[in-house]
């Protein structure tokens, strides 16, 4: 049975949660001293700021008002624990975008979310692998 929550609201959600993990692989990017990651970490921040971005722009389109970004709370403080913390940022990402998913959604927007989507889960592999590799 598809949930008719309101998809202003949970677009509004999926735009806040790009923006922590966008500034969480900035953050990340800029701590990195392993090369491999360090890169990845930087095509995740560009990709979550333009699907931040595409997201905003149909928010507005949709008649929702533009969110104020959340206060950034989680730093990574240990360049150790910066793959995992993307990793789970990702991971709660991909959450949100399958939650967004379940609304009623103008066909538009619901092409633009699964085009994202599939990109954000790409990224969680990488992810995945970087961390096992470790």
Same mark, same amino acid.
């Given at each position: 049975m598809? @949930? *008719?929550k309101?998809? &202003? +609201?949970? &677009? #509004?959600?999926?735009?806040q949660r790009c923006n922590h993990s966008s500034r969480l692989f900035? &953050?990340?990017?800029?701590?990195? #001293?392993t #090369? %491999?990651?360090?890169?990845?970490a930087l !095509? %995740?921040?560009q @990709?979550?700021? *333009?699907?931040e971005f595409e997201l905003r722009t149909e928010l507005r389109r949709l008649g929702g008002?533009?969110?104020r970004p959340p206060t950034f709370e989680s730093v990574p403080r240990d360049?150790? =624990? =910066? /793959? *995992?913390?993307?990793? @789970?940022?990702? !991971? +709660?990402? /991909?959450e949100e975008y399958e939650e967004t998913l379940t609304t009623t959604l103008p066909a538009h927007a619901r092409a633009m979310i699964n085009r994202q989507v599939l990109e954000v889960r790409k990224c969680y592999e990488e992810l995945v692998r970087l961390q096992s590799a470790a």
């Open positions: 598809l @949930n *008719r309101d998809p &202003i +609201a949970a &677009i #509004t959600k999926l735009v900035f &953050i990340a990017s800029q701590m990195s #001293t #090369t %491999g990651f360090q890169q990845l !095509e %995740g921040w @990709n979550l700021s *333009r699907f008002l533009d969110p360049p150790a =624990t =910066t /793959v *995992r913390d993307c990793k @789970n940022s990702v !991971e +709660a990402l /991909v």
